[in-house]
């Protein structure tokens, strides 16, 4: 029964699949199904034919995640040095499986980049240029270049990219200084309602790598068209089958020669982790009944606070009577409430609640603040992937 | 099939057919890989850059070692910084006038692997009475030393990685206090014609402590891209004016056998194409 759009009351039978979880390795746990990251990536590879997908590693980094996308043939965006310690105890990067996208980078982080194998980077400021002077003969570039992205639930157009009139500016400084541009990138917002950004800044990019290619002569030849495709949370977003081919079609009018690159991150990881948390006391205050899980917003429900999504959630009981509830998190802190006003049957001290689409930007941004132990992942679903299979990582390919 | 490929620039790399892996440990923080090649026996890569390879390590260390050994003409100390695959440490312990050899390796796990998985590199001169093997970082080394040396060999990685430390003015102002009068400084120096900043800016830091700073060259298959340089530094003026006779007879009374190395070689080595030059004309 679905009481909202965000809460779904299943009858108790249905819990059992949880309950062994929880039975076996306690609560909170964040349940990793890899073959949903599998369907995902299937899911995105069909809709946009020729597009080569890097991961961005920051939406969800556990290995299992980046283990199954690397067997698929998935690169990896990486933007910092922490991320590339996490490649590298998995393996060694095959160039151009691994793109660094950060645009503000410190000198260590290039070098780090650098010894493990990554030769592309982004910059989108003279300054950030001048750090790769230094590598001048090893790397190359792309130009990341900002649209205003209204569209979106979170606007990235804002802290990072240069504007449309400065790419040229950045493409001759880069010729004078001996260095290699090789393509532009841009980030059409994240969480996108519709791919209409998108195809407005494939439109500028072709015009912009047609000026360039006409007044410098430089060829460009890569067009990052980053991330943004939506996921299904508690309000209806366009489908991926919907949100592509507007996409495909802008893409049409780049040159041939042009190679397109994405870095899906959210689409990827977020339908493939449940969190399975339980009551672990209740209250009744005024007329509301408050029922305080062992997972909140300080820990797999940070996505709430900082990326902005509501999460589906699950409880499970055959009682028909509904009461004004609120669930909280475990912490001291009155900001760690996961909902209230919800109308819901009530629930008893060790009961489950199961949070859905939980795979992005939750564990990666769970904090154990109280000294609350951050749930753990449990990872279902891999057997797919072995040692032997794994194309990016095994340094010998 | 296996295959291994460098990952030292965006736009162009070489290949290895991988036959047989024998040795591969990945940490957070490097990649070392010991691998069997049909074309170059075995082959010793760190973070996707090829260190060495059994079939031509051979030019790399006799050049590095017998070009100043035999332009000096009587070194009895030398210092070697890295090399902890224990080529350069055979090449200097065929000549037979020198009395102590210290190597510097920064790990000794390095020297053990080498031993184990490419022993035809140090083919036993780690055993050699002459030889003191110090576990220190090179840096560190030549800032705190004893004693003094009448050539110095950097054999280290490249200056992105674990021998960024052997590239720094800092360094070759070390070694420099670290020489007999005379002396002479060499150093792996990368290949000109993929990075030909490296040449440059180590003639620039070199320059200020050295009054004579040239560089010479040879070809190594797998350091792709033209021919490396190595880098030469000395007070001693006159040194660079050996003829090809006093070498070739120098080399004679040796009596060692090179399979790349020759006077002739030795004397060409010194002759920089022509983008060096102009390179080193327009930055220093």
Redesign the interface.
């Known amino acids: 029964m679905t009481i909202s759009n965000r809460l779904s009351v299943k009858t108790p039978d249905q819990a059992v699949i949880y309950n062994d979880l929880v039975s076996q390795h306690g609560s909170p746990i964040l349940v990793l199904d890899c073959d949903k990251v599998t369907a995902q990536y299937r899911a995105l590879s069909e809709q946009l034919p020729g597009v080569d997908f890097f991961y961005a590693i920051k939406s969800l980094p556990h290995p299992a995640v980046i283990r199954t996308l690397s067997s698929l043939g998935c690169g990896f965006d990486i933007a910092t040095s922490g991320e590339i310690e996490l490649l590298q105890t998995l393996g060694t990067a095959v160039r151009h499986r691994v793109i660094h996208t950060h645009p503000i980078k410190r000198d260590a982080d290039i070098r780090d980049a650098l010894r493990f194998g990554c030769t592309t980077f982004i910059v989108d400021n003279i300054w950030e240029l001048e750090k790769f002077i230094a590598y001048r003969h090893r790397v190359g570039l792309l130009i990341r270049v900002s649209f205003p992205n209204p569209n979106t639930d979170i606007d990235l157009s804002k802290k990072f990219g240069c504007r449309e009139e400065d790419v040229m500016l950045l493409v001759q400084k880069a010729q004078s200084l001996g260095i290699h541009v090789k393509g532009l990138s841009f980030h059409a917002g994240s969480q996108c309602a519709s791919s209409a950004n998108h195809v407005h800044a494939i439109k500028q990019c072709t015009k912009i790598m047609d000026e360039i290619y006409q007044q410098c002569g430089k060829l460009l030849s890569i067009l990052d068209i980053g991330g943004g495709f939506p996921v299904q949370y508690t309000k209806t977003v366009q489908t991926i089958q919907e949100f592509c081919p507007p996409i495909l079609e802008a893409l049409q009018q780049l040159p041939d020669h042009v190679q397109v690159l994405a870095e899906p991150g959210r689409f990827l990881s977020a339908t493939s982790m449940e969190a399975v948390s339980r009551v672990m006391g209740k209250a009744q205050r005024g007329d509301m009944t408050w029922y305080y899980l062992d997972d909140g917003v300080y820990g797999s429900y940070s996505g709430q606070i900082f990326d902005h999504v509501t999460y589906p959630i699950s409880i499970f009981s055959d009682i028909d009577e509904l009461e004004t509830a609120v669930i909280a998190g475990p912490t001291c802190d009155s900001i760690d409430v996961i909902d209230e006003g919800l109308q819901m049957p009530p629930l008893s001290i060790g009961d489950l609640v199961v949070g859905h689409q939980m795979g992005a930007y939750t564990y990666a941004t769970a904090t154990n603040f109280n000294l609350f132990d951050k749930a753990s992942v449990v990872v279902i679903n891999e057997n797919n992937v072995s040692a032997d299979n794994i194309v990016l990582f095994a340094q010998t390919q | 099939m ?4 460098e ?5 162009y ?1 070489q290949e290895f057919v ?1 036959d047989k ?1 024998y040795f ?1 440990q ?6 070392l ?1 010991i ?1 069997d090649n049909a074309k170059f026996g075995r082959v010793m890569a760190l ?2 850059v090829i260190q060495t390879t059994e079939a031509d390590e051979f030019i790399y260390h006799e050049m590095l070692t017998h070009v100043p050994m035999l332009t000096h003409g009587h070194v009895k100390r030398v210092l070697i910084i890295g090399g902890g695959d224990g080529g350069i440490l055979r090449e200097v312990c065929k000549h037979k006038g020198i009395e102590h050899i210290t190597q510097v390796e920064i790990d000794q796990q390095v020297i053990a692997m080498c031993k184990e998985y490419l022993p035809k590199h140090s083919a036993g001169a780690y055993d050699d009475p002459r030889v003191s093997i110090v576990i220190d970082d090179g840096a560190n080394f030549v800032r705190q030393h004893q004693q003094t040396y009448d050539l110095i060999i950097s054999d280290s990685t490249d200056p ?2 674990p021998g ?1 430390a052997l590239f720094t003015s800092d360094f070759y102002a070390d070694c420099k206090t670290c020489l007999n009068e005379g002396g002479i400084l060499v150093a792996q120096n990368g290949v000109a014609y ?4 490296e040449v440059t800016t180590t003639a620039k830091r070199l320059q200020p402590y050295f009054s004579e700073q040239t560089f010479y060259c040879a070809a190594i298959p797998t350091y792709i891209g033209g021919v490396m340089t190595f880098a030469w530094a000395s007070d001693n003026k006159k040194l660079l004016h050996v003829s090809v006779e006093q070498i070739q007879q120098r080399l004679q009374l040796a009596n060692i056998n090179c399979r790349y190395y020759n006077a002739a070689i030795h004397k060409a080595s010194f002759a920089l194409p022509q983008y060096i030059i102009n390179a080193l004309a327009e930055d220093c």
Do not use: C, P, R, W
């Open positions: 296996k295959t291994y490929n990952t030292l620039y965006d736009a790399s991988v892996v591969e990945k940490t957070d923080h490097q990649h890989i691998f973070d996707g992105i990685g960024d993929m990075q030909l900043d």
